[in-house]
């Protein structure tokens, strides 16, 4: 059982609330016709590990190319990032390939770290090269600036389309030691995640041997960011960073021990609080979505079902417009490739049981519209199969929606 004491507590703060990082931010012109910050640079004071999960599209942007080699090169040893949003980097050819790696190379080079630890990412509209003399003009000036207060600016300096910034941090005891993981995100549109969101950055001051340091990402990877959808679309940059400076003087995780299953803990529930932050800031949303999938044979049948839910447009303009259709869920799941008794399906919606073995209940249909008015909307489906569960996180889908990519990049 876990102490007390030892239990992970959410504080304020951001990205350089572990202790010796700082970072930095500024407006550098990569967003046309805007004066929003959209270069900053994440910084370890001392040497630190790093692991880092890329997206599966098969169409990969620049600096997931380049941060991927620079990391195997490097073994994880990791002392910056350098971000920028308003330009994907990606489908640029060799060009965009040459500018990330002149935005890690100059990185580094200011900040007086060895060649090669230095990682970068990048997010906006694809297939526009970037404006590199912009960039390396301001990359002297984020340096500049590079404070342990700089984590606010950083996180405002990658958003794209989101109307708010994402962030969470925790602490508790390692050893009797303070620990804090902290982590960042960006993602509102193009999000249906597979190991990583559009962009996300975690640091913690505990030490962990990298071997560990990845288990731990994947782990949290795959129970948080993986189960968040906004449209179903995969991004081309989409990269998940987790830097490790050990800082704290905490023991070393060395082992599969209790206290790298209380770090693992701590680290999902960052991991798990960014990705609803991301669903809840989904392009034109109006509501946040959860949809549990319960009693199924393996939570991989689970997640799977939850997840076509999730991506239905129709289920998803249905609880926009707080409509009861519960007709399309159970269509949706019908569809999921999932084998199983519809006469034992069951669903429910805030509470409210619409469908029992796969017959409607004669529910009251106004208190279900006053249910579906609710900010938050929890479907429950239950499929009478097994004992496992799994949920996903969406969003409703509304005509802001459209307005927002229909004009995205004129």
Aim: aromatic share 4%; glycine share 8%; net charge positive.
């Amino acid at each position: 059982m876990t102490n007390p004491s030892e239990r992970w507590t959410e504080i304020q703060g951001g990205v350089t609330t572990p202790l010796k990082y700082q970072a930095a931010a500024i407006s550098a012109g990569i967003k046309p016709g805007s004066t929003k910050k959209d270069l900053a640079i994440l910084f370890s004071e001392s040497p630190s590990l790093a692991a880092a999960l890329f997206t599966r599209n098969r169409v990969a942007a620049a600096p997931v190319l380049v941060s991927r080699r620079l990391l195997s090169e490097a073994r994880g040893s990791v002392r910056a990032l350098i971000v920028n949003s308003g330009n994907a980097n990606a489908c640029t050819g060799r060009r965009g390939i040459r500018d990330a790696e002149s935005m890690a190379e100059l990185t580094a080079d200011a900040l007086n770290v060895p060649a090669g630890s230095a990682l970068v990412a990048s997010t906006g509209v694809i297939g526009l090269a970037l404006p590199m003399d912009r960039i390396t003009g301001g990359i002297p000036d984020v340096v500049e600036k590079l404070s342990n207060h700089g984590g606010s600016d950083f996180s405002e300096a990658i958003l794209t389309t989101d109307t708010r910034k994402k962030s969470c941090v925790v602490q508790s005891l390692i050893g009797g030691r303070p620990v804090t993981i902290a982590g960042v995100a960006k993602g509102a549109g193009m999000i249906q995640p597979r190991l990583a969101t559009m962009l996300a950055f975690a640091t913690t001051d505990a030490s962990l041997s990298l071997p560990l340091l990845k288990k731990a990402l994947h782990h949290a990877a795959k129970v948080s960011f993986n189960r968040v959808t906004v449209d179903g679309d995969t991004s081309t940059n989409d990269s998940l960073f987790l830097l490790a400076n050990g800082a704290s003087g905490a023991r070393a995780i060395s082992k599969e021990d209790r206290w790298f299953d209380h770090f693992q803990h701590g680290l999902t529930q960052v991991c798990t609080s960014l990705a609803r932050q991301i669903a809840q800031d989904g392009e034109g949303s109006t509501k946040f979505i959860a949809v549990s999938v319960h009693e199924g044979r393996t939570v991989r049948e689970c997640e799977q079902i939850a997840r076509t839910i999730a991506n239905s447009p129709l289920v998803k303009t249905a609880i926009a417009g707080a409509d009861a259709n519960w007709g399309r869920i159970i269509c949706a799941a019908g569809y999921s490739g999932v084998p199983f008794d519809p006469d034992r399906l069951n669903i429910a919606l805030n509470g409210l049981q619409v469908c029992r073995h796969g017959q409607p209940t004669g529910f009251d249909e106004r208190r279900a519209k006053e249910l579906l008015q609710k900010p938050e909307v929890q479907i429950d489906v239950t499929l009478g199969r097994g004992r496992q569960s799994a949920t996903v996180w969406t969003c409703d889908l509304t005509e802001d929606y459209i307005k927002i990519n229909a004009l995205y990049r004129t």
